[in-house]
């Protein structure tokens, strides 16, 4: 036999072992068939008790989404603007081990949790409310943009930097001229994507009480308004569809006037 075609004993027993280990992990699970079929049974009922949607409370519904689009908005403006320095600290490239190590910490702490834990905790440090949602989903901008931020600019072209650096520009003009410019598209399109991540967690966090229009889904859950609950879900996904179309039109707008920066050079 070939060894173009000799059996990889290893790949197959790798693959036996995890069927193995799949059909153990779901006998563990109690992953029955029965309870699949019958959880189809009571999903059927649960969409038939949500149609038609009715808005019981409008003013209850506007007054949510309003908030959830403002703990996204503001959250994501504290992460980016907390996120430039760490991430910048956390670039291997351009700062000392001292500098990147406790950065990299920072960054690695944030991303550690996810968003909902995080708003617990802070739900019990400052109490129920947006200001918790609005903690909780800046600590995960931080980790996102942060560590992203720092991922580009360790990727750029030294070339630049270089040639700046001979100028005898101070450390600053290096970041404005050397490195900014060559991440730049790069950091609008984390931004951009970190605000659109927000406006969907924003209604996971306000589910343990850190505001936003998951208290009023949670609310409409318990007292089993399930019309309600479906308008309220059409109405998040309405906004988020909004918000992505937004983003969408910022990087646009941004990236034409990046690209169209040396053209105009050109032609002067």
């Known amino acids: 036999m070939s060894a173009a075609f000799r059996p990889n004993w290893w790949a197959r027993g790798g693959w036996i072992a995890l069927a193995i280990y799949v ?34 409370q409008p003013d209850t519904l506007v007054s949510g989404l309003v908030e959830s689009l403002e703990i996204a908005i503001l959250a994501s403006f504290l992460g980016i603007v907390l996120a430039l320095p760490i991430g910048l600290f956390a670039a291997r490239n351009l700062m000392p081990w001292w500098a990147t190590w406790p950065a990299r910490a920072l960054i690695a702490l944030c991303r550690s949790f996810h968003p909902v834990i995080v708003a617990i905790v802070f739900v019990k440090a400052v109490g129920f409310g947006a200001l918790a949602g609005i903690l909780a989903l800046t600590v995960a901008s931080i980790g996102f943009i942060g560590k992203l931020f720092a991922e580009a600019i360790e990727e ?16 600053a003009s290096v970041i404005a001229y050397g490195v900014l410019p ?69 990087r646009g707008v941004f990236l034409e006037r990046r690209a169209g920066r040396p053209s105009e050079r050109v032609d002067e």
């Open 182 to 250: 060559q991440v730049f598209s790069r950091f609008v399109g984390f931004a951009t994507y970190q605000l659109d991540s927000n406006l969907r967690n924003s209604t996971m966090v306000g589910i343990v009480g850190a505001g936003g229009i998951g208290g009023t889904l949670f609310a409409a859950f318990q007292r089993f308004d399930y019309d309600f609950v479906c308008a309220i879900l059409i109405s998040i996904i309405a906004m988020i569809m909004v918000g992505e179309l937004l983003a969408r039109w910022v």
């Open 23 to 56: 059909v153990y992990a779901a006998s563990r699970l109690e992953f029955t068939w029965a309870r699949f079929v019958t959880g189809l049974d009571n999903g059927a009922r649960f969409l038939g008790r949500m149609f038609p949607p009715i808005i019981a």
């Open 156 to 171: 750029i072209s030294p070339r630049q930097v270089e040639a700046v650096r001979a100028t005898g520009a101070p450390f």
